[in-house]
C-alpha cells in the first residue's frame, strides 16, 4: 500500500525544517535577521500543511495537526499572559506532536516493507527528544540574561504574535516559549 498524501506532506515538513535551520542560523546577522523571521515564519507555515497533507493518509497526522493549532494558540496565551505552565503544556504538546508524526510514519514505513534499520529510528529520535525535554524541565531549561529577561537555550519555531511585546518591540515573533523582538536597530531573542 502507498501513501501518496503522507509521501508528499512529509516531505513538506522535511523542507520545513531545512528552511527553519538556516534561518536560526541566520537570524544572528543584523541586516539578514528580519528576512530570516520571515523565512521561520514560513517554515512554520509549510510545516502545518505538510502535516496537514500527511493526515488525509492517516487519522495519526490530524491529531498532530490539531496538536500544533493547540499548541500555537497555548504559545499566544502564553505571550499574553505569561506563566511556568504554558511553557510545560508547551513543551508537553510539542512532545506529542513529535510522537504522532515519529510513530505514524514508522507504522506507515513498516506497512510498505521498509527495512527495520529505518524504521526503528523514528522510535529512537522519539526517546531521545523525551529524555531531552525530561533533563530541560529537570534543569529549569532556562538561563537568566542578567537583564530581568529569561532565556531558553532551545530553538523553536517561530510565528508572529498579534500584541506587542512586553518590551515595547516595533515587531516580534512568539517562539516557542520566547518571543523575538526588533527594537530600533537592536534585535534581540528573549525567551
Request: glycine share 8%.
Amino acid at each position: 500500500m502507498m501513501y501518496p498524501n503522507a509521501t508528499h506532506g512529509l516531505e513538506r515538513v522535511y523542507q520545513s525544517q531545512v528552511i527553519a535551520l538556516v534561518a536560526a542560523v541566520l537570524m544572528i546577522i543584523p541586516v539578514i535577521n528580519i528576512l530570516a523571521a520571515i523565512a521561520l515564519i514560513v517554515s512554520l507555515v509549510l510545516y502545518m500543511i505538510g502535516i496537514n497533507e500527511a493526515g488525509k493518509d492517516d487519522e495519526s497526522y490530524k491529531t498532530a495537526f490539531t496538536l500544533i493549532i493547540v499548541q500555537l494558540v497555548i504559545s499566544v496565551l502564553n505571550s499574553l499572559i505569561g506563566g511556568v505552565i504554558f511553557d510545560l503544556v508547551n513543551e508537553a504538546l510539542a512532545l506529542a506532536v513529535l510522537y504522532f508524526v515519529c510513530i505514524t510514519t514508522n507504522k506507515l514505513l513498516k506497512n510498505i516493507g521498509a527495512d527495520g534499520r529505518i524504521t526503528d529510528r523514528g522510535v529512537v529520535v522519539w526517546k531521545i527528544n523525551v529524555i531531552c525535554t525530561i533533563v530541560e524541565v529537570a534543569a529549569g531549561g532556562r538561563c537568566d540574561t542578567g537583564d530581568g529577561h529569561r532565556a531558553n537555550r532551545r530553538i523553536h519555531p517561530v510565528y508572529p504574535v498579534p500584541a506587542g511585546c512586553h518590551h515595547g518591540a516595533e515587531i516580534h515573533w512568539r517562539t516557542g516559549s520566547g518571543c523575538i523582538c526588533r527594537t530600533g536597530a537592536v534585535n534581540t531573542i528573549w525567551q
